[in-house]
Nanobody
Framework: VQLQASGGGLVQTGGSLRLSCVAS????????MRWYRQAPGKEREQVAG???????IYADSVKGRFTMSSDFAKNTMSLQMNNLKHEDTAVYYC?????????WGQGTLVTVSS
């Protein structure tokens, strides 16, 4: 399975972006799906994640602003990002896990200008 992330770009503070991650196969089989980000000079951090059949969890820094969703018919997971802040600037990665395999998208750059 390959993951293809898209939707990044340049946006002003307070703006919105919607990231998408399309899988080459069914996402129903994934036990865990997550979005991570890595800002320049910082470690990669989890932004949002969902365990199959469970609730979505969010990093404190994005709660109330980001929403993760999945469309099983389109094999796509998305991250709606609202009220973006300069500190949200990072490369965003989608990630999916099934027993024995861990998949990563190639990353999409989000730049928030202050």
């Amino acid at each position: 399975v390959q993951l293809q992330a898209s939707g990044g770009g340049l946006v002003q503070t307070g703006g919105s972006l919607r990231l998408s991650c399309v899988a080459s196969g069914s996402i129903i089989k994934f036990n865990i799906m997550r979005w991570y980000r890595q800002a320049p000079g910082k470690e990669r951090e989890q932004v949002a994640g969902v365990i199959s059949g469970g609730s979505t969890i969010y990093a404190d820094s994005v709660k109330g602003r980001f929403t993760m969703s999945s469309d099983f018919a389109k094999n796509t997971m998305s991250l709606q990002m609202n009220n973006l802040k300069h500190e949200d600037t990072a490369v965003y990665y989608c990630n999916a896990f099934e027993p024995g395999r861990n998949y990563w998208g190639q990353g999409t750059l989000v730049t928030v200008s202050s």
